[in-house]
């Protein structure tokens, strides 16, 4: 099982690797290890650092990005006092002073909204800068995608050999390019629910069967 968990998780990091998303490379060479995929890691090591990294690259980003990650860090304060504030107007608590009862609402609200803001902002920067340059790491990104049909083989054989349900390892994709998957849905993700994003997520499975 923890074989085929580690393949499921590479899967969909790389894939994201694949859309610019940020990820810790040292936990994906991690899984390759623990799955003794040492080849299959060096051959596409420096191609995920070049893209990981990429961001950091843009003038201005590496700022916006730090506060982005802190604004995250504060996400579990920010609903515990979104919390609070809902249980003081619903009388489950008592009612303190009017002022700290409008930082318990509005502050995680704020965290929220400033944290939407400038990752949209992070995110549209680096879409801007795909766009205008077409082939920035094509090749980086093929050998990616090669290792990743790869990794699906590898868990639509454990999936096959054991009897699985595919159902089990559900991905959410950011391409739908790869044989050995089966797409069941293809959605616009929202930040918190409500901004729609510009691209679409792929919902899909193993196919159990390796591809050719």
Do not use: C
């Not at 391409?175 to 930040?191: A, T």
């Amino acid at each position: 099982m923890k074989q085929e968990a580690d393949l499921h998780f590479l899967i969909q990091q790389l894939d994201g690797i694949r859309a610019f998303r940020r990820v810790d490379p040292g936990r994906l060479e991690q899984s390759f290890e623990r799955l003794e995929l040492f080849r299959l890691w060096g051959s596409i090591k420096n191609d995920v650092r070049r893209i990981a990294y990429f961001p950091e690259t843009i003038p201005g980003l590496p700022k916006l990005i730090k506060i982005t990650t802190t604004l995250r860090s504060l996400f579990p304060i920010a609903l515990l006092s979104l919390a609070l504030s809902v249980f003081i107007r619903l009388g489950i608590l008592p009612m303190p002073t009017t002022s700290v009862y409008l930082i318990f609402l509005f502050v995680p609200l704020a965290i929220m909204a400033a944290f939407i803001g400038i990752d949209l902002t992070v995110r549209r920067r680096i879409a801007a800068e795909e766009e205008a340059n077409p082939e920035l790491h094509r090749e980086e990104k093929q050998r990616i995608k090669a290792v990743i049909v790869e990794l699906l083989n590898r868990l639509n054989i454990e999936v096959r050999l054991k009897k699985e349900d595919p159902n089990r390892y559900r991905m959410r994709l950011y391409f739908n390019d790869y044989p050995g998957i089966v797409v069941l849905s293809e959605k616009i993700d929202r930040v918190f629910g409500v901004f729609r994003r510009s691209y679409y997520r792929y919902v899909s499975i193993p196919s159990g069967r390796k591809s050719r």
